[in-house]
């Protein structure tokens, strides 16, 4: 029989984080205590005034099919949303609402890239943007950046990774896996080396509402109108109100991007779900109090568990700004445990001390393991407590 698979498919690697959730599931359903620290979505339901809203719609008979960008009430709601918290400005035509972020990002990459496009990937990334863009035929290009800089690249390496072939660069703040955010002035510099390589930047902004201390977001586009018509901004309600489920992001951009954008969904999607829709025109109009104690929540989680974290021998981690994940450098706990790599690591902590991580290897940080902290204080505790036994049972001089 002939070979049936498209060769783009052939080198994908799974999702390291649905990989590791379904997993614990799985643990958990054989009746195991697994803590599972490896989602990426809020333990929050979704905001009563946005389930009323979506559930209003259907009974209003808002069940059939929309405009393929979205529809243009939701597409106004997210037009106000950009102008009252960014400070942008956008037209009807320069947004495109999509099946979650990443659908966006899938379908942006599709648009943009054609084969040998070099896309330029800070590490720590987010295991699916290098994924999307091999699918699209581009080629990734790595940037290192390490604990020592906050895991943030700079102005002179993005100059220096910069090629004749590089389409784009990505910029994700907060950031997943790190939790880091760029300043205004890191963004400044690096949107200056945007602006002489004559890249498109696409700034990944889902945790925006997700930061600490006082931090407040700024997004790259907020510099000046070049900078925005080079910039596309990625983000949605999954993160911020709760709605992973859901499916609904949005892109914000340039006209002459988002128009294919919408050309293609029409041939792959049709639309995004009409009740989603809805729901997301509530979550962007309605009361925003919500938003802020599911912040307050994950913020005091942070506060609890950080220091309990980094006092677990072997484990070091820089304290993160926003998002709700602590990325640990563990190499040397894996190492005096007697494994042989961070991952054999992070497969014993799931099966000897019932706590699910994420590898690190994922996000291109192999030395390293993801843990997400949304989920309860009591089991962020005891997870941490399961870790600190583990370690030190098997600790090795």
């Known amino acids: 029989m002939k070979d049936l698979l498209a060769n783009r498919v052939k080198t994908l690697t799974p999702s390291a984080t649905l990989a590791i959730t379904a997993k614990a599931k799985e643990l958990k359903a054989q009746g195991i205590d697994v803590i599972g620290l490896g989602a990426g979505e809020p333990d929050f339901n979704t905001p009563k005034n946005i389930l009323d809203a979506a559930a209003e719609s259907m009974y209003a008979g808002h069940t059939k099919y929309t405009p393929s960008g979205g529809l243009p009430a939701l597409k106004q709601a997210i037009i106000d949303k950009l102008a009252r918290d960014n400070n942008l400005e956008y037209k009807q035509n320069e947004i495109i609402v999509g099946i979650g972020a990443k659908h966006v990002l899938y379908t942006l990459f599709q648009v943009i890239l054609n084969e040998g496009d070099e896309v330029i990937i800070p590490i720590p990334y987010w295991v699916?943007?290098?994924?999307?863009?091999?699918?699209?035929?581009?080629?990734?290009?790595?940037?290192?950046?390490?604990?020592?800089?906050?895991?943030?690249?700079?102005?002179?390496?993005?100059r220096d990774a910069a090629t004749e072939k590089t389409k784009a660069v990505i910029i994700n703040s907060p950031s997943n896996p790190s939790g880091m955010v760029y300043t205004r002035e890191e963004l400044a510099e690096l949107a200056q080396v945007a602006v002489e390589k004559d890249l498109l930047i696409v700034s990944d902004e889902i945790y925006e509402k997700l930061l600490y201390n006082g931090l407040e977001h700024f997004s790259i586009a907020e510099l000046s109108e070049e900078v925005k018509k080079r910039t596309i901004v990625v983000n949605g309600v999954a993160k911020s109100h709760s709605m992973t489920g859901w499916r609904i992001g949005y892109a914000a951009g340039d006209a002459d991007i988002i128009k294919p954008m919408t050309d293609l969904a029409s041939h792959s999607t049709s639309n995004p779900t009409t009740t989603s829709q809805y729901a997301t025109i509530e979550a962007y109009n309605g009361p925003q109090d919500s938003v802020e104690e599911m912040r307050k929540a994950f913020e005091g989680r942070l506060e609890t568990i950080y220091p309990k974290l980094n006092a677990i021998?072997?484990?070091?981690?820089?304290?993160?700004?926003?998002?709700?994940?602590?990325?640990?450098?563990?190499?040397e706990a894996a190492r005096k445990t007697g494994y042989g790599s961070v991952d054999d690591f992070a497969t014993a902590l799931l099966t000897e001390a019932n706590v699910a991580v994420v590898p690190g290897s994922g996000f291109g940080v192999p030395s390293t393991v993801r843990l997400s902290y949304a989920t309860s204080l009591e089991l962020l505790e005891e997870a941490v407590r399961r870790m600190d036994n583990f370690v030190k049972s098997k600790w090795q001089d």
């Open 128 to 158: 699916s943007y290098p994924e999307q863009v091999k699918l699209a035929g581009g080629v990734p290009v790595y940037v290192e950046s390490t604990s020592k800089q906050n895991f943030k690249i700079t102005a002179a390496q993005l």
């Open 313 to 331: 021998p072997g484990f070091h981690v820089i304290k993160p700004q926003g998002a709700f994940y602590l990325l640990p450098d563990v190499a």
